[in-house]
């Protein structure tokens, strides 16, 4: 009995990526870019707002995401926002039993 092969190529599960960038940090790029152009289009500071900022804000995406894993920003942004204890491996009610035991040493 033979088996049917077929190609499976190596990254399927790789990120879209313009540029060396996601597509999402694209994306928020151009929609900032839109809003400003909505706002400040007429106005005699059109290039500073609409083409300027942008470009600045697309450098420090560019450059400060080098390096960094897919979604750093999201999972930034989660971390810093949401408040709580963190732990690797015990849920919280956990935390607070074993904080019981080793602070008032009793079980219980």
């Known amino acids: 009995m033979e088996y049917k092969e077929s190609t499976v190529h ?5 990120k879209i990526k313009i540029g ?3 597509a999402p940090d694209i994306l928020a790029i151009l929609i900032f ?5 909505l ?11 609409v083409i300027v900022l942008p470009a600045i804000l697309l450098c420090i995406l560019y450059f400060g ?3 960094k894993p897919d979604d750093y920003l999201i999972h930034v942004l989660r971390f810093y926002l949401s408040k709580g204890f963190f732990a690797a491996g015990e849920n919280e009610s956990n935390q607070e039993k ?3 035991v080793r602070i008032y040493d009793k079980s219980n």
Not at 10 to 14: V, W
Not at 43 to 49: A, K, L, M, P, Y
């Open 10 to 14: 190596r990254k399927l599960d790789a």
């Open 20 to 22: 060396g960038m996601e």
């Open 33 to 37: 870019a839109s809003v400003m152009n």
């Open 39 to 49: 706002f400040f289009g007429r106005t005699s500071f059109s290039f500073i707002f």
């Open 65 to 67: 995401k080098r390096g």
């Open 98 to 100: 074993i904080l019981g």
